[in-house]
């Protein structure tokens, strides 16, 4: 019996050993911007919509206390013209995260007009830089949801 005590000593201290010399994870903590609707880095929009949508921009972080500013681009594709197939809401390709904002949204009014399917009916949001060399896209090699294409259909 003394030895099935001791053995069951000499385990439990050798889990507890062991244990001890394991690395904690450490979470990432490391800010980042990005885009996407729905988990998906390219949405379908009808032809036939005449509505403003809102395609929001995410900043992932803690609370930061100087203003941010977010610049992006807008490429359309050649099927498309502003003022007749959408209209950009937003004057300036610049977001202000301000200290508590972390989602601001880029608007675009879409507009009720047929499409010529044998061109590049997208747009494209392309998240570029901010003033504070804060990480575009989720974390990784990939930089997936830097930017979120919309395609007329």
């Not at 000499?10 to 911007?33: A, G, I, Q």
């Not at 929001?56 to 594709?77: E, H, N, R, W």
Request: charged residues 20%; hydrophobic residues 40%; aromatic residues 10%.
């Amino acid at each position: 019996m003394k030895n099935i005590i001791t053995i069951f000593i000499m385990s439990v201290m050798t889990v507890f050993v062991t244990s001890c010399n394991k690395e904690l994870h450490t979470p990432y903590d490391h800010p980042f911007f990005y885009i996407h609707v729905g988990q998906a880095s390219q949405v379908n929009v009808q032809a036939t919509r005449d509505e403003t949508v809102e395609y929001k921009v995410y900043f992932s972080a803690k609370m930061q206390y100087d203003p941010i500013t977010l610049k992006y681009d807008i490429i359309v594709g050649n099927g498309l013209q502003e003022g007749i197939d959408f209209e950009l809401l937003s004057s300036s390709k610049e977001l202000v995260f301000k200290p508590g904002y972390f989602e601001i949204p880029i608007s675009i009014l879409w507009k009720k007009n047929p499409i010529d399917i044998s061109k590049d009916n997208s747009i494209t949001i392309k998240l570029i830089s901010n003033d504070k060399d804060i990480t575009i896209g989720l974390p990784g090699p990939d930089k997936n949801q830097s930017e979120l294409k919309i395609v007329k259909i």
